[in-house]
């Protein structure tokens, strides 16, 4: 039943659960009844959850624990947001000798902190002891997730000092929640005094937590402080992954540091993946490094292996495009052209031979796709043609440009006459 309910299959958990009460003389024990109550609750059906929880305590006879309670509580306060009625619920268990615990009032504050209703919580806190009970890591951190979503992060912040005063040990997820609240919010500094304090609080943060907070400093602009952090953790024993070179690589681009970023690509502890070149590749073109980008690549597919893809054929092509190298870009493609998903590319290729009247591009691109065993079938003349006309050939006096361009097509084409209706219905537009 339980297996039922969390792949969200509700009609087989009741199913299950009335074969199981024709088998039992009538009746479900406490856990079957927690399943139903619970998968009716997830899937929207609140007041036939309710009524399983009346029929289990009145009819049946069995007496609801804590779960029971905590099920009806998420149901109040995070599906209906009818907090009055979850406030009385929480003091009706303590009249039915079932005291709540941390789950239900974590469970209780994270309805609360969803609705902006933090003052609440804070009194749900400080009057905890006098309910008798504790608070846990799990509530603080509920508590605090519930802060950094709403833009509180300050509060966040001074929550890890309360956390620590009341013997209650941070843990993973509260050092993630504080760091990508920080992040999200530009506070880099306390980000990166978090960093340092972790290993005080026992916590590894680890590689994921820096690239958190590098990421970060990269998006603006902060590429010293990336280094920096590079620099700690690798001191502190964390080992760097690809994606964390990867940010150093972003940072070091996006900062005009391209001879730096270069010389970190050369050192042998530095691991790299087609992102890492992809990113150097764009900057390159972007910077005008036209001869420093067509070594990358080959150091990227000769030198390391590494394949390339999607991204890397449009940053080639485009920036071979961007600087007149038409010869050269539509060799790169007719090279790959075999390769998924690159006729993606063939639009935008087209369109720059056709801006600039790159005619002997044009028929050197069109021979070489035909000897390689690709056909000019309905998309490339459908895309040819309108490119044609989106650039204004089809009205002027170089229609007869397109007209040469079409015939040369259909000398290679090897079934022109699937093609006649395409031709036609484009032509006519």
């Not at 008798?132 to 603080?140: A, L, Q, R, S």
């Not at 502890?269 to 420093?292: M, P, Q, R, V």
């Not at 038409?326 to 790169?332: F, G, N, Q, R, W």
């Amino acid at each position: 039943m339980k297996a039922f309910a969390q792949v969200g299959e509700l009609d087989e958990v009741l199913e299950l659960a009335q074969e199981m009460k024709q088998s039992n003389s009538g009746k479900l024990n406490v856990f079957c009844y927690n399943t139903v109550m619970n998968a009716l609750v997830e899937a929207n059906y609140p007041q036939r959850a309710q009524q399983v929880f009346d029929e289990m305590s009145t009819m049946d006879g069995v007496a609801p624990n804590v779960s029971s309670y905590n099920i009806l509580v998420k149901m109040l306060a995070l599906h209906l947001k009818e907090f009055d009625s979850a406030y009385k619920l929480i003091e009706m268990m303590a009249e039915h000798r079932c005291l709540p615990d941390s789950t239900t009032f974590s469970t209780l504050i994270t309805g609360l902190c969803r609705a902006g209703r933090f003052e609440e919580v804070e009194g749900i806190l400080r009057e905890s002891s006098s309910r008798g009970w504790k608070p846990d890591d799990i509530t603080y951190n509920t508590y605090m997730d519930g802060l950094c979503k709403g833009g509180k992060s300050k509060v966040a912040y001074k929550l890890l000092g309360m956390m620590e005063e009341n013997g209650i040990c941070p843990d993973k997820i509260t050092l993630s929640t504080l760091l990508d609240c920080l992040c999200h919010e530009s506070r880099f500094f306390e980000a990166i005094c978090l960093l340092e304090r972790s290993l005080e609080l026992d916590l590894n943060p680890g590689v994921a937590g820096y690239n958190n907070v590098m990421s970060s400093l990269c998006k603006v602009g902060r590429w010293s402080a990336v280094l920096k952090l590079l620099t700690d953790m690798i001191k502190k024993g964390v080992e760097p992954k690809v994606r964390t070179h990867n940010i150093v690589i972003h940072s070091l681009c996006k900062a005009g540091k391209l001879d730096l970023a270069g010389r970190f690509l050369e050192n042998s502890g530095f691991i790299s993946d087609a992102t890492t070149y992809n990113t150097l590749i764009h900057w390159c073109f972007k910077e005008g490094k036209i001869n420093e980008a067509k070594h990358l690549f080959y150091d990227m597919v000769i030198q390391k292996q590494i394949a390339p893809d999607l991204f890397t054929h449009s940053s080639m092509i485009h920036g071979l495009c961007c600087y007149g190298k038409y010869l050269e870009a539509s060799d790169y493609f007719l090279a790959y052209l075999r390769e998924p998903l690159l006729l993606n590319i063939f639009p935008y290729l087209f369109d720059k031979l056709v801006k600039y009247k790159r005619y002997k591009e044009i028929r050197h691109l069109f021979e070489g796709m035909v000897r390689d065993g690709h056909d000019l079938d309905g998309f490339v003349f459908h895309t040819a043609i309108k490119l044609f006309c989106n650039r204004g050939f089809c009205n002027g006096t170089d229609i007869h440009y397109v007209c040469l361009v079409l015939d040369k097509m259909l000398a290679l084409c090897r079934h022109v006459t699937c093609l006649a209706s395409t031709l036609l219905q484009v032509l006519s537009l």
